[in-house]
Structure formats: C-alpha cells, structure tokens
Nanobody
Framework: QVQLVESGGGLVQAGGSLRLSCTVSGINFSINNIGWYRQAPGKQRELVAGISSSDAITNYADSVKGRFTISRDNAKNTAYLQMNTLKPEDTAVYYC?????????????WGQGTQVTVSS
C-alpha cells in the first residue's frame, strides 16, 4: 500500500517559516520525482517545487523562488519543503506527489495534504 504523509503545516505570521515533510512508503522513494503542490480556496492546484529522483535537480514556481527550498533524504524516504519569509498569499493546502515520470504528466501518488495558514 502506497502512502504519502505530509506534516509540518500550521498557522504562522507573515515573515515566518515552516518546514513541511512528506514521508513515503510502499514505493521505491529514491527513483521517484517528488513535487510539492498547493491549492488555495477557489484556485487550481499548482506545482510549487519539484526535485528529481536521480540527481536532485530542483525547480520552483516563480512565486516562491528564493523563499522556498525543496530537498529529499532518500535514506529516510522523506522529502521536505522549507518555507521562509511566508506571505498571506502562501496560505493553502500543501500536497506532496511522487511520480516515476516527469511531474508535468499526470499520474503517480498523492498525499492527503497539510494546511498552511499565514496571517498578516
């Protein structure tokens, strides 16, 4: 059974930081690309950050570049999203996704999400 479990969300003031974790089980974590997504109320889900499986190449949405950092620890089957200088517009449910293929294609596995709320 494949499971992706996000944790680390919560309520934080603008300018603060949070670190999200995504622990994966049931698949070979090291060969999966990992993406962090978010969905705010009334908006589409968007890719915030991605990290490749083999060489840990990262990419970010323009809105979070310089503030968010994605990383992975293959020994712990866990991916992270360090979020600094948070803004109210970062408020959303954050999801992680694992896929053997490029994150630009559908498929793979999703976590249940963790709420991040940034107060002004």
């Amino acid at each position: 059974q494949v499971q992706l479990v996000e944790s680390g969300g919560g309520l934080v003031q603008a300018g603060g930081s949070l670190r999200l974790s995504c622990t994966v089980s049931g698949i070979n974590f090291s060969i999966n690309n990992i993406g962090w997504y978010r969905q705010a109320p009334g908006k589409q889900r968007e890719l915030v950050a991605g990290i490749s499986s083999s060489d840990a190449i990262t990419n970010y949405a323009d809105s979070v570049k310089g503030r968010f950092t994605i990383s992975r620890d293959n020994a712990k089957n866990t991916a992270y999203l360090q979020m600094n200088t948070l803004k109210p517009e970062d408020t959303a449910v954050y999801y992680c996704r694992a896929s053997r293929y490029t994150l630009w294609l559908p498929g793979g596995y999703w976590g249940q999400g963790t709420q991040v709320t940034v107060s002004s």
